[in-house]
């Protein structure tokens, strides 16, 4: 049972010897096998990149609601679909756009008025699980999650032949924010990219660690549908309420996650 989480050096693995890269790798199965968590260290992505980043996604998340809501990750079928059986009067209620109303549906967990709904609900158009996710979308706390997210893949064309041919609907572009200049180019070429490629170099890691054949994973990997979500959470200054936080309890889907952040919690076998 682990007390604490490794720290892991990655330059020997990205510019020493054959058996550098062996300890290496030798280090991340062992963290594997006995904690699911490491940190990483040297793993060449600057700092300075990151920050850029960060900075791109406060500029998005800083923006009003109805402006994110443009891209909206679900679709406005599903929005309409919700408020059949949700909406609900109010007069006099002072709604997210500080206006008053006195006809209104909630979406989860805001006011919005019934006739602005379609202009400030946009929808993706590629049905892919692409763009923004509002606060309590996602419930991995009981009570839905105290975070705004957005997401993105891998940039494919709207004609992607895997798309088309074996019914593949991940593989279509993202849906991009038109209001933020260098934001897509920051987030996506410079960032994602880069981690794309040290996600390569970690399965490296893995294949020595697991001792299999050097190109196991390559006919697995040429078109990766590597997900990425930037994420805003709400400020929690005290603990409130146990059946909601900013991400709940979970367990991944992915073949592993990377993870910038500072404020992870992990729980050994003990629940400790």
Wanted: with cysteine; charged share 20%; net charge negative.
């Amino acid at each position: 049972m682990f007390t604490h989480i490794p720290l892991i050096d990655f330059d020997p693995f990205l510019n020493g010897t054959d058996e550098d890269r062996q300890k290496v790798s030798s280090q991340i199965g062992d963290a594997c096998r006995n904690v699911g968590f490491y940190y990483l260290s040297n793993h060449g992505v600057s700092s300075s990149l990151i920050e850029r980043v960060y900075k791109q996604a406060r500029r998005f998340f800083s923006q009003l609601t109805e402006e994110k809501m443009k891209f909206y990750i679900g679709s406005f079928a599903e929005v309409l679909k919700w408020t059949e059986s949700r909406s609900a009067t109010y007069s006099g209620t002072t709604n997210i756009f500080t206006e008053e109303v006195d006809v209104a549906v909630v979406f989860n967990g805001w006011i919005i008025p019934m006739e602005k709904l379609i202009f400030y609900i946009g929808s993706c158009p590629y049905g892919n699980n692409r763009g923004y996710t509002p606060m309590f979308e996602e419930r991995l706390s009981p009570k839905g999650d105290l975070k705004e997210g957005f997401d993105l893949a891998m940039e494919s064309p709207a004609d992607d032949k895997d798309r088309i041919k074996r019914g593949a609907s991940l593989y279509r572009p993202n849906f991009w924010p038109d209001n933020l200049e260098e934001f897509c180019e920051c987030i996506y070429d410079q960032y994602y990219l880069t981690m794309v490629s040290l996600s390569q170099r970690l399965l490296e890691a893995f294949i020595l660690a697991l001792g299999l054949p050097y190109d196991y994973f390559k006919s697995m990997c040429q078109k990766p549908m590597v997900s990425m979500h930037l994420l805003y959470y709400l400020p929690q200054p005290i603990f409130i309420d146990e059946d909601q936080f900013g991400c709940g309890a979970h367990t991944g889907y992915e073949c592993f996650a990377l993870l910038s952040q500072s404020g992870f919690q992990v729980l050994n076998n003990k629940a400790e």
